[in-house]
Every structure is written in structure tokens, then in C-alpha cells.
């Protein structure tokens, strides 16, 4: 692997591994995807933040 793991607008630093809870995320996402590593787009985002509002405001009614 390079010194340094980059993407649009993103730059992760090689000096620590990644958490669990990144990896989790990874795993997610990959399960979600049937592990084709779609690139994320405008519609995909929205609807990420949409389930993550409504899991929320579920949540801080309790």
C-alpha cells in the first residue's frame, strides 16, 4: 500500500490503522452493496442522511 491512502477531498493518514468502528462501517458497506463498491453519488447520500435523520429522530422521542 502507498505511504498515504487518498480520495476526492480526502486524505487518510498511514500513521495510525484504522478504528473498529471504521471497519464496521467498511463492512457495512460492503453488505449493503453485495460487495460491488459502487462509487457514491448525489442520490445515494441523500438517501444515507435521510435513514440516519429518521433513525435519530426515533431515537430522541424515547
Known amino acids: 500500500m502507498s505511504e498515504e491512502m487518498n480520495a476526492t477531498g480526502f486524505k487518510l493518514p498511514v500513521e495510525r490503522p484504522m478504528t473498529e468502528n471504521e471497519l464496521a462501517w467498511v463492512t457495512l458497506i460492503r453488505a449493503v452493496t ?7 453519488d448525489l442520490l445515494m447520500l441523500q438517501a444515507l442522511r435521510r435513514a440516519w435523520r429518521t433513525r435519530a429522530a426515533h431515537f430522541n422521542r424515547k
Open 34 to 40: 453485495d460487495d460491488r463498491d459502487p462509487a457514491p
